[in-house]
C-alpha cells in the first residue's frame, strides 16, 4: 500500500522568499511521486512527478522536487515564490506506473507582499 | 484542447434525496476517475474506468453509490440516498491509458460541489 503525508496544513510565505512545501511517502514498491497545484474553482493541474529517471525533478512555474530514498521524502520547492503561487498544493503516489493516485492532505500556500 | 468537462457545478440536497454528476472527458482517453475531496483532505479514488470497465472500485460505497461510462466515453455518478458525510468536492479526470511512465498527463475537470442538509 502507498500514502504520503504532507507537514503542515498552511505554509506562510513572504513573495520573493523560498518555498518549501514537505511530502514524505510510505511505498512497498518503489514509487512514483507527483506534486499538483488547485487554484481556486479550478482542476488540479500537474506540477512535476517522478518516476525513477533523475532524483531531481523540475516542473512548471519554476517549482522543483528532490526524490531522497534515504529519507523518503519528495519535498516541493521554489527559490523566489510569487503572489500568484498562492494554491493548494497536493503531493500524490502511485504505484507500478499507473496513475491510480493516493493523495496526501494538501497544503496552502500563502504569499504576503 | 478541450478540457474535462463536469456539470452540474454545484448541487444542494437534502439528506435521503439522490443525485447525479456527469463527466465527459477529453476525446480519446480511455481511462477515467472518480474522485471524492472532503474539505480538508485530499482527493480519494472512488472508481477507474478503462474503457467501459471498471478496473477499480474498491473505494467505492456501493449501498449507496453507483456509477456507469456506456460506451466509454461519458460518464455519470450517483448517490442513493446522500448522507451528510457526503458533502465533498466529486472530481472527474481522465488520463489516455492511465499510464505514469510515460509523459501522458492526468487530466482533472472542475468538479462537482456537492452540499448535503
Known amino acids: 500500500a502507498q500514502s504520503v503525508t504532507q507537514l503542515g496544513s498552511h505554509v506562510s510565505v513572504s513573495e520573493g522568499a523560498l518555498v518549501l512545501l514537505r511530502c514524505n511517502y510510505s511505498?512497498?514498491?518503489?514509487?512514483?511521486l507527483f506534486w499538483y497545484v488547485q487554484y481556486p474553482n479550478q482542476g488540479l493541474q500537474l506540477l512535476l512527478k517522478?518516476?525513477?529517471?533523475?532524483?531531481l525533478v523540475k516542473g512548471i512555474n519554476g517549482f522543483e522536487a528532490e526524490f531522497k530514498k534515504s529519507e523518503t521524502s519528495f519535498h516541493l520547492t521554489k527559490p523566489s515564490a510569487h503572489m500568484s503561487d498562492a494554491a493548494e498544493y497536493f503531493c500524490a503516489v502511485s504505484a507500478r506506473g499507473f496513475q491510480k493516485l493516493v493523495f496526501g492532505t494538501g497544503t496552502r500556500l500563502l504569499v504576503s507582499p | 484542447e478541450a478540457g474535462v468537462a463536469q456539470s452540474p457545478r454545484y448541487k444542494i440536497i437534502e439528506k435521503r434525496q439522490s443525485v447525479a454528476f456527469w463527466c465527459n472527458p477529453i476525446?480519446?482517453?480511455?481511462?477515467l476517475y472518480w474522485y471524492q475531496q472532503i474539505l480538508g483532505q485530499g482527493p480519494k479514488l472512488l472508481i477507474q474506468f478503462q474503457n467501459n470497465g471498471v478496473v477499480d472500485d474498491s473505494q467505492l460505497p456501493k449501498d449507496r453509490f453507483s456509477a456507469e461510462r456506456l460506451k466509454g466515453v461519458d460518464s455519470t455518478l450517483k448517490i442513493q440516498p446522500a448522507k451528510l458525510e457526503d458533502s465533498a468536492v466529486y472530481l472527474c479526470?481522465?488520463?489516455?491509458?492511465?499510464?505514469?511512465?510515460?509523459?501522458?498527463?492526468?487530466?482533472f475537470g472542475s468538479g462537482t460541489q456537492l452540499s448535503v442538509l
Open positions: 476525446s480519446g482517453h480511455a481511462t
Open positions: 511505498s512497498s514498491v518503489p514509487p512514483y
Open positions: 517522478y518516476t525513477s529517471a533523475a532524483t
Open positions: 479526470a481522465s488520463s489516455l491509458e492511465g499510464r505514469a511512465d510515460t509523459n501522458e498527463k492526468l487530466f
